[in-house]
């Protein structure tokens, strides 16, 4: 298991920029997938990005390609997500996630969430 902990969110205006971090214990980060995801209550669970062991690979969501980037530092047991020209539409509560297998897009392919961390974009 690895232990997940969110953090960069906040509020800011259309077009704007925010970088989240995560910050992980626990199993090997350097063997673990990630990948982040955002969830609006009553709602199912979003991808937004992953990304390999290695740093090699990574996949995005149609609604954030070209404007998000997904990286990791396996020194500092860390990934983080950039998130430029953000829209209101970004508006809600993102969470990182982990995964000791393979790459992908699917929520269920995660065992481990961290708290998450409110990302808010006004118009």
């Known amino acids: 298991q690895v232990q997940l902990v969110e953090s960069g969110g906040g509020s800011v205006q259309a077009g704007g920029s925010l970088r989240l971090s995560c910050g992980a214990s626990?199993?090997?980060?350097?063997?673990?997938?990630m990948a982040w995801f955002r969830r609006s209550p009553g709602k199912e669970s979003e991808f937004v990005a992953a990304i390999s062991w290695t740093g090699r690979t990574t996949y995005y969501a149609d609604s954030v390609k070209g404007r998000f980037l997904i990286s990791r530092d396996n020194a500092e047991n860390t990934v983080y997500l950039i998130m430029n020209s953000l829209k209101p539409d970004d508006t809600t509560v993102y969470y990182c996630a982990a995964n000791q297998y393979y790459i992908g897009t699917a929520h269920t392919q995660y065992s481990d969430w961290g708290q998450g961390t409110q990302v808010t974009v006004s118009s």
């Open positions: 626990g199993r090997t980060f350097s063997t673990t997938v």
